[in-house]
Nanobody
Framework: QVQLVESGGGLVQAGDSLRLSCTRSGRIFSNYDMGWFRQAPGKEREFVASISWTASNTYYAEIVKGRFTISRDNAKNTGYLQMNSLKPEDTAVYYC????????????????WGQGTQVTVSS
């Protein structure tokens, strides 16, 4: 069973930056895509960004384009989400997800999820 553990969340001010990490362990897919999602209080979970196994392809939600950057280090089994110019509306629990790398990067299917890390942006 794949386990995903997020870290790096915290309380920051508007305009600040944070980098989230997601470390994978357990049963290993041969190749896997990684994604980031978030859920704000009272709202449904929404897609933020995804990255292919080789990192050659990335996909972002329009609301974070130009501010967030997804990356990965396969040697460390870790994915990252660099978040710049944070806004109060970015406040949410951020989750990472993984799946075998055999679907289009825009697919909404994800097989494994982390427990989430809280990001709070004050105005």
């Amino acid at each position: 069973q794949v386990q995903l553990v997020e870290s790096g969340g915290g309380l920051v001010q508007a305009g600040d930056s944070l980098r989230l990490s997601c470390t994978r362990s357990g049963r290993i897919f041969s190749n896997y895509d990684m994604g980031w999602f978030r859920q704000a209080p009272g709202k449904e979970r929404e897609f933020v960004a995804s990255i292919s196994w080789t990192a050659s392809n990335t996909y972002y939600a329009e609301i974070v384009k130009g501010r967030f950057t997804i990356s990965r280090d396969n040697a460390k089994n870790t994915g990252y989400l660099q978040m710049n110019s944070l806004k109060p509306e970015d406040t949410a629990v951020y989750y990472c997800a993984a799946r075998p790398a055999r679907l289009p990067l825009t697919s909404t299917r994800w097989d494994s999820w982390g427990q989430g890390t809280q990001v709070t942006v004050s105005s």
